[in-house]
T-cell receptor
Framework: GAGVSQSPRYKVAKRGQDVALRCDPISGHVSLFWYQQALGQGPEFLTYFQNEAQLDKSGLPSDRFFAERPEGSVSTLKIQRTQQEDSAVYLCASSPQGAIGNTIYFGEGSWLTVV | GESVGLHLPTLSVQEGDNSIINCAYS??????FIWYKQESGKGPQFIID?????DKRQGQRVTVLLNKTVKHLSLQIAATQPGDSAVYFCAEGMGGSYIPTFGRGTSLIVHP
């Protein structure tokens, strides 16, 4: 079956531009996660959904970052007024149940470059 | 704050050798640990996990060792193959249902 799908795979944004990154989780997966991965670093947690409920958004770095999952399936991560430090890979992951490590599947990421 | 960290940023081995990747963690409340493999251009992929009530767990060609006394985790890969070349991350969590917290990663390079 299909894995976690993210789009766009690559995005170049001018500083100050708004961007939207989409995540299609594995069908039926209840939990959805967003991570930010800077070059040469490990993924940093951003936010977590269980169905449509955003249970944890403690990792969002500023109020320019916003995530939603209105129908409990597809999720969008929106970054307003992008800045150069937002350049990173944004990883989405999903899980059929709670946040249990061996059931979390990651997408290939959306590579954002802010120029 | 407390975090997961790795001792060696890069490890180079010859094909067929055994590899050992180390990880130190500082959050004594963590009770669940995972190793992920990340190939270039891809997302992390689950390799093996271990709970804090165990000190060793084996998978196919991989073994994870947990030493809670010194807060150390290691991943052993037997008969390393070129396809094992990737960045390896340890991650920790707690409380049963958790969100993985990743360390910085170790790059494993396997020479044919």
């Amino acid at each position: 079956g299909a894995g976690v799908s993210q789009s766009p795979r690559y995005k170049v944004a001018k500083r100050g531009q708004d961007v939207a990154l989409r995540c299609d989780p594995i069908s039926g997966h209840v939990s959805l996660f967003w991570y930010q991965q800077a070059l040469g670093q490990g993924p940093e947690f951003l936010t977590y959904f269980q169905n449509e409920a955003q249970l944890d958004k403690s990792g969002l770095p500023s109020d320019r970052f916003f995530a939603e999952r209105p129908e409990g399936s597809v999720s969008t991560l929106k970054i307003q007024r992008t800045q150069q430090e937002d350049s990173a890979v944004y990883l989405c992951a999903s899980s059929p149940q709670g946040a249990i490590g061996n059931t979390i599947y990651f997408g290939e990421g959306s590579w954002l470059t802010v120029v | 704050g407390e975090s997961v960290g790795l001792h060696l940023p890069t490890l180079s081995v010859q094909e067929g050798d055994n590899s050992i990747i180390n990880c130190a963690y500082s959050n004594s409340a963590s009770d669940y640990f995972i190793w992920y493999k990340q190939e270039s251009g891809k997302g992390p992929q689950f390799i093996i996990d271990i709970r804090s009530n165990m000190d060793k767990r084996q998978g196919q060609r991989v073994t994870v060792l947990l030493n809670k006394t010194v807060k150390h985790l290691s991943l052993q890969i037997a008969a390393t193959q070129p396809g094992d070349s990737a960045v390896y991350f340890c991650a920790e969590g707690m409380g049963g249902s958790y969100i993985p917290t990743f360390g910085r990663g170790t790059s494993l390079i396997v020479h044919p």
